[in-house]
């Protein structure tokens, strides 16, 4: 059985950070992307940032320069250092990962339950 677990959710003021963890643990053979994704209330989930196995990291728009991921692939974990939020970044973010599970010759995408992160005004 795959999990991923995230922690790291709260409350912040404006201009302040936060940093989000997301471990995956279980029968794991392989993970490709690792990744943040986010929900406002009403709204699909969007991409927020992503990293490779190999190092190379994607981030949308709206928090280039704001935002930081990182990952430890020796221990299956991805982190998302968040500076400078604004009361927009309020949201549930999840974790997401590309996962090929022992046993299985395919990769499927496993997500977090999700970690509230509110950012007041």
């Known amino acids: 059985q795959v999990r991923l677990a995230e922690s790291g959710g709260g409350l912040v003021q404006a201009g302040g950070s936060l940093r989000l963890s997301c471990a995956a643990s279980?029968?794991?053979?392989?993970?490709?992307?690792m990744g943040w994704y986010r929900q406002f209330p009403g709204k699909e989930r969007e991409l927020v940032a992503t990293?490779?196995?190999?190092?190379?990291?994607y981030y949308a728009d709206s928090v280039k320069g704001r935002f930081t991921i990182s990952r430890d692939n020796a221990e299956n974990t991805v982190d998302l250092q968040m500076n400078i939020l604004k009361f927009e970044d309020t949201a549930v973010y999840y974790c997401?990962?590309?996962?090929?599970?022992?046993?299985?010759?395919?990769?499927?995408?496993?997500w977090g339950q999700g970690t509230q992160v509110t950012v007041s005004a």
């Open positions: 997401n990962a590309g996962i090929r599970p022992q046993g299985s010759i395919y990769y499927s995408t496993f």
């Open positions: 279980g029968n794991i053979y392989s993970i490709n992307a």
């Open positions: 990293a490779t196995r190999g190092g190379n990291t």
